[in-house]
Every structure is written in structure tokens, then in C-alpha cells.
């Protein structure tokens, strides 16, 4: 039994032309990249695709980055998130951090 190195990424952002941006940028051949601009969508991908990471704007629609971050970690908790932009305020960041 071979054991599959690819890893599956969940990128999740409003603007169209960041996802394409980032996609672009990190594309490989051992990576599995999905893009949405919906947050909503990028839990259905992030679940249905085991990924390995997401990449999530803070200010993602239609709910944030920080309640996304949250049912994140209820389907895998150890998955690794990056949430990036503007948060909407210092508690959002640090209740973030005290998420992983």
C-alpha cells in the first residue's frame, strides 16, 4: 500500500483575485489546492477533502474567520489555520491565538 504525500489545502478570501493570486503561488505538484470565497463552502471543502491546512481571510463572509477557525477545530482538531487581513478587534486576535 503506497502512502499518498499530497497535501490538501483549503484557501477561503472575498476577493476573487487573491485566491487566484495565492493559488497561483503556491501551487506544486504534492499540493491540492481549493479556493471559495464563501466560508460556509470552505468547511464542506476543508471536510470533504481531509485537508491538511487552511488559509482564511479574517473578515471572510458569511460568517468570520474567528467562528470559522472554531468549527475548524471541531472537525479536526489539529488541523493547521492561517487566518490573515484585518481583524474586527484585539479579542478577536487573541480568542484566535487561544484557538492555535
Known sequence: MEIS???RIVIVDNDSETLDWL???L???SLE?????????AI???RSNDADLLIAEFNCTPFDGLTLLKKVRLAKPNA????????????AVIEAMRLG
Open 27 to 29: 501551487e506544486a505538484p
Open 44 to 46: 464542506d471543502l476543508f
Open 5 to 7: 504525500t499530497l497535501q
Open 23 to 25: 493559488q497561483r503561488h
Open 33 to 41: 489546492i481549493s479556493t471559495t470565497q464563501s466560508a460556509e463552502e
Open 80 to 91: 493547521m489555520v492561517i487566518l490573515n487581513g484585518l481583524a474586527t478587534s484585539t479579542n
